[in-house]
């Protein structure tokens, strides 16, 4: 069973990303203040990865309702190519305890994984920070955020995939950016079109004039 809180006297923050490991789209960073006591302890908040996409979506809007604070940032896949997905990926952390901020103060920042830099704000405020390898398996906090990181992101993508036709050939509306292998085929195949992360090595591979004109 998860735990609650790291400290039970602070008010904590748990922060996860999902598709940081995506060749395509934004990465999304949500952030999640829970309470100590669960309103609806029948609703297990777990890891997203450890849940099915239909009981995801029920988690989300049950978080969504319940949580003291909540927030949800996407950095571009432009803005991924211009400072590599680590350095986007910790701005959009950065934003969900700004916009946290904005709400109530907060004592710590639990982080899922090990890596984060400072938080300061404009007034060079600092919070209290912890990185978590595998948070997302130990505190409520941070699952429920890797839940509302993991459904905003791919409700994004699979709006998207409807706007836009060329996407079927990656299969982007079941992998969801993710390298599988009919996406990294189509990449060899067509090059890449207008999401892709070109900082990402497969997303460089050479292709035709033709699939460029076509398809970016």
């Keep these: 069973m998860l735990k609650q809180y790291l400290d039970e006297t602070k008010v904590e923050v748990g922060i996860d990303e999902a598709g940081r490991g995506c060749l395509f789209g934004p990465v999304c960073v949500a952030a999640v203040i829970w309470s100590h006591e669960d309103p609806n302890p029948e609703l297990e908040i777990k890891d997203s990865k450890k849940v099915s996409e239909k009981k995801r979506n029920l988690l989300k ?41 904005q709400q109530l103060e907060i004592d710590t920042i639990l982080v899922d994984g090990n890596s984060f830099p400072m938080y300061t704000d404009e007034n060079l405020d600092y919070v ?28 994004y993508i699979s709006e998207l995939c409807k706007k836009n036709i060329k996407l079927e050939s990656y299969a982007i509306h079941k992998n969801k950016g993710y390298g599988t292998k009919i996406h990294m085929n189509a990449l060899k195949q067509y090059g890449p079109v207008y999401g892709h992360r070109l900082s990402f090595k497969p997303c460089q591979s050479d292709f035709s004039s033709s699939a460029s004109s076509v398809f970016y």
């Excluded at 991924?80 to 901020?101: F, P, S, W, Y």
């Excluded at 398996?137 to 990181?149: G, Q």
């Design 128 to 155: 209290n920070h912890e990185c978590i390898i595998g948070g997302d398996d130990k505190y409520k906090s941070i699952a429920a955020a890797s839940i509302l990181a993991k459904t905003h992101r791919d409700n």
């Design 61 to 101: 809007d049950y978080i969504e309702q319940n949580a003291i604070a909540w927030s949800v940032q996407f950095v571009s896949h432009e803005e991924i190519d211009q400072v590599n997905i680590l350095q986007a990926t910790m701005k959009g952390m950065h934003r969900c305890v700004d916009e946290i901020r």
